[in-house]
């Protein structure tokens, strides 16, 4: 069983930043690609990036490219998100999870983490 645990999330005022960070328990980390998803109240979870294996391949939706950065050190299991920017419209539950593929396709996520609340005030 995998385990993915996220963290940094909290309260921003719009324009400001944050990092999610999320760690694995996974060993070979690195042999798989990371992403990461949010959930905003009464909306379905929605796909932010990912990241290949070895972090020579990023994919992000296109609302979040050039704010939201995706990263991993594969040496510590650990994936980052970095946002910039941040918007009011960005408040959700992030969530990280793994695939064996660089996709947005969420069912193809094979194990998640709880979450971490991001609030954006204006």
């Known amino acids: 069983q995998v385990q993915l645990v996220e963290s940094g999330g909290g309260l921003v005022q719009a324009g400001g930043s944050l990092r999610l960070s999320c760690a694995a328990s996974?060993?070979?980390?690195?042999?798989?690609?990371m992403g990461w998803f949010r959930q905003a109240p009464g909306k379905e979870r929605e796909f932010v990036a990912a990241?290949?294996?070895?972090?020579?391949?990023?994919y992000y939706a296109d609302s979040m490219k050039g704010r939201f950065t995706i990263s991993r050190d594969n040496a510590k299991n650990t994936l980052y998100l970095q946002m910039n920017s941040l918007k009011p419209e960005d408040t959700a539950v992030y969530y990280c999870?793994?695939?064996?593929?660089?996709?947005?396709?969420?069912?193809?996520?094979?194990?998640w983490g709880q979450g971490t609340q991001v609030t954006v005030s204006s």
């Open positions: 999870a793994e695939s064996r593929a660089l996709t947005s396709s969420a069912s193809e996520y094979d194990y």
């Open positions: 990241i290949s294996w070895i972090g020579g391949s990023t």
């Open positions: 996974r060993r070979a980390f690195g042999f798989y690609t």
